[in-house]
Every structure is written in C-alpha cells, then in structure tokens.
C-alpha cells in the first residue's frame, strides 16, 4: 500500500514540479489553479497538493 | 449492546440489492449497528446517524498519520482545504467541462466493438473516469496509461 501511494506522489510531484519550472508559461490549467491556492495565509504545499488530487 | 453481538450482514447479497429499502428496514428492527466486510460499520437509525455526523471529535476523519486533503481532516482545518474543492465544481465550471466530458464519451464509444456483449465497466467507465480526470486538471496524455496501472493496483490493494 505504501509503495503505490509513492508511485502516485511520484507522478503527481514531477507534474507539479514542470508547472513550477514553468512559471508564468505553465498551461492555465486547473492544477496551475491549484497550485496557486492559499489556505490559512499561504500556498498548498506539495505534500497537500497531491493529497488533495490522489482524494 | 456489545461489540460481539453485533449483527453480520452482506450488501452485495442479491436478497438485499434487489430490495435495499426493505433491506435496511429488516436490519434496523433487529439492531443499531450492522457490520460487514465490505462496508464495515454500517448506522442504521437517523438519530445515530447524526450523531456521528455531528460529533467529529469521538468520531473522528482524522484517523491516520498520513496527510490526507480534505477527508482525513475535522473541522477547522478541513474548512479551508474543502473550500477549494467547492471552488472547483460551480454550475460554471462544470458547464464549460461539460461539452469535454460528452467528446470524450463519444471517442470512447466509438472504439468500443459493436453488437456484442461488453463489460461495460471495463471497457467504457473506468477508462472514462480517468480521461475525464485528466482533462479537468489539464494532465498530459502521457500519464494516462501510468495512472491506469496505479489505479488498478491501487484497488487491489485497499
């Protein structure tokens, strides 16, 4: 169980990761969307972000 | 009543999917709580329901060490985390989505073989989730096919 929640997180953070790289040239799409979220006064961390998306 | 007699039942039982309603009336008049191994802990009485609902301190979401975003969190925290979900799925949002979804089940159907009997979940509705999925959130074709096998495993494993 372990190991296929990391072979998610893999996927997902190198996804995160190329829209980061990107900037302001990352597709408008909703996971750039989410990535620029904010609760309580910031923005979603990586560990978040991929929780949110494997839910 | 105590945890050993608690009554055993099975949903998938097709006495019980043919009439559900019946089903849960006959086991409600028999007992609060039904356990089975596929649903575990099933609340049969309103009251209890909303008992549980409402009183997230004994009956926690928040169960695991793991991070999980929104469900695994209680309020206040799942408060702002659930307020982004919401954001995500407006009448808007899901009316511009829309006309994506119905191209994408029409491709779809259009590989499927004709005049023969097909396992429907197979081969149309999961491999629609997950398209379905990956436009939403704009992801590349590319990482279908992964997704697909994690997907799999994935259920094999919970």
Redesign the interface.
């Known amino acids: 169980?372990q190991q296929?929640?990391i072979?998610?997180d893999g996927?997902i953070r190198q996804?995160l990761s190329d829209h980061r790289r990107a900037g302001d040239d990352a597709?408008k799409?909703?996971?750039?969307?989410?990535m620029n979220?904010r609760?309580?006064n910031r923005i979603?961390t990586d560990?978040?972000l991929v929780?949110?998306?494997r839910? | 009543m105590s945890a050993q007699e608690i009554i055993e039942w099975d949903p998938r039982d097709p006495e019980v999917l043919n009439d559900q309603i019946a089903a849960y009336d006959k086991l409600r008049a028999q007992c609060p709580v039904a356990h089975s191994d596929f649903l575990g802990y099933s609340i049969l009485r309103h009251h209890d329901v909303m008992t549980v609902l409402e009183d997230y301190e004994t009956f926690s979401n928040n169960i695991s060490d793991r991070l999980t975003v929104p469900n695994g969190m209680g309020p206040p925290e799942h408060t702002p985390y659930r307020g982004i979900n919401d954001r995500y799925f407006t009448p808007a949002v899901m009316a511009r989505f829309e006309p994506v979804c119905r191209q994408i089940a029409a491709e779809l159907i259009d590989t499927l073989p004709r005049g023969q009997k097909l396992n429907f979940s197979e081969a149309f509705a999961k491999i629609y989730a997950l398209q379905v999925q990956s436009a939403f959130l704009g992801w590349p074709k590319s990482l279908e096919e992964p997704l697909r096998r994690w997907t799999i495993k994935n259920l094999a494993a919970t």
Not at chain 1, 29 to 34: A, E, H, K
Request: hydrophobic share 50%; charged share 20%; no cysteine.
């Open positions: 169980m296929i929640a072979e998610f996927y996804l597709p799409d909703l996971t750039t969307s989410l979220e609760v309580f979603m560990e978040e929780s949110l998306l839910n």
